[in-house]
């Protein structure tokens, strides 16, 4: 029986993601890189393809090394090479097809590869000549003056977002859904936008401690917490619970690392908006270092 393989790509012994795993989790390159592969023979054998099912006994026994290495490993892969137990870019990477002679079983050969280009070539003309008549009718409407088309005339920026392009929209929905969760789950799944209910998690200055945050008590304040959803819920951007709550972290502890004592008989309590305006500063001067520590932004 022949075996079965997987792919890897080129760059994948210097990709720059294993370092930022192994200073986040504190844990060698080398062992990040090895649960990796572990990882991928995993997803490659399960039924779902793509999705893990190893556990973290099984990881920690296979690696000689302590079931707390793992956790902090695999919780810091999330959102950078794993997206709950999918392993991120496999249906990319991971093509069905033949390959040295290891034909998979669900791989198409080359007359239906073939067959089925033609039928998306014919598909594709259809509906660009669906969409041909459908821009005549629109024109020829286009002549009649309606209240809505005043309406719109006179709200421009509800005119401009029904004229903006699908990309564009389809971004601006994406960045809408609420967090998601499931039964039996404490935490949603996927990435979502900030939201103002958002909550880290119970352990989560546990979680600090493996990403190499120590959160003395408490934690976090609600003042730290506002500022930080007032932020990222502008910023309009989407991450996993578990990027969220590293970024949380780094942000509460930049925070109080800028926090100087107040010296007696000052009273600061004139000064107006003076702690929101310099926590966003610190949350932004917080997340360019992050940024340029990852690559982000070339100093050069």
């Not at 033609?118 to 024109?139: A, F, P, Y």
């Amino acid at each position: 029986m022949a075996n079965a393989w997987l792919r890897l790509w080129h760059d994948m012994p210097n990709d720059p993601k294993w370092r930022t795993i192994a200073r986040v989790s504190g844990q060698p390159i080398a062992t990040v890189m090895a649960v990796y592969i572990h990882l991928l023979v995993s997803a490659s054998r399960n039924v779902t393809r793509g999705h893990i099912d190893v556990t973290t006994e099984d990881l920690a026994s296979a690696l000689d090394v302590t079931e707390e290495v793992i956790d902090s490993i695999l919780q810091t892969m999330q959102g950078r090479v794993l997206d709950g137990d999918l392993i991120t870019g496999w249906e990319k990477r991971q093509v069905l097809k033949e390959d040295n002679g290891n034909v998979s079983q669900t791989a198409k050969s080359p007359a239906e590869r073939k067959r089925a280009q033609r039928e998306r070539e014919k598909l594709r003309k259809q509906n660009e000549g669906g969409r041909d008549e459908s821009r005549i009718c629109h024109d020829m409407s286009r002549q009649v003056t309606t209240d809505k088309d005043t309406d719109k005339e006179l709200n421009p920026t509800h005119n401009a977002r029904e004229s903006a392009p699908i990309s564009e929209q389809e971004v601006l929905s994406l960045q809408a859904v609420p967090p998601v969760f499931l039964d039996g789950l404490s935490e949603p799944i996927g990435k979502f936008p900030m939201t103002d209910s958002w909550h880290p998690s119970r352990d989560f200055r546990r979680r600090a401690a493996l990403w190499g945050v120590a959160l003395p008590e408490p934690e976090f304040t609600p003042a730290e917490l506002a500022v930080f959803r007032d932020y990222w819920s502008d910023e309009g951007k989407v991450f996993t619970q578990v990027q969220w709550e590293q970024k949380f972290a780094r942000h509460v502890n930049h925070v109080r690392a800028q926090v100087k004592p107040v010296s007696k008989g000052v009273n600061h309590a004139a000064a107006p908006g003076g702690t929101a305006s310099r926590a966003v500063q610190e949350i932004r001067a917080a997340r360019e270092q992050w940024e340029r520590e990852n690559g982000f932004i070339n100093d050069g």
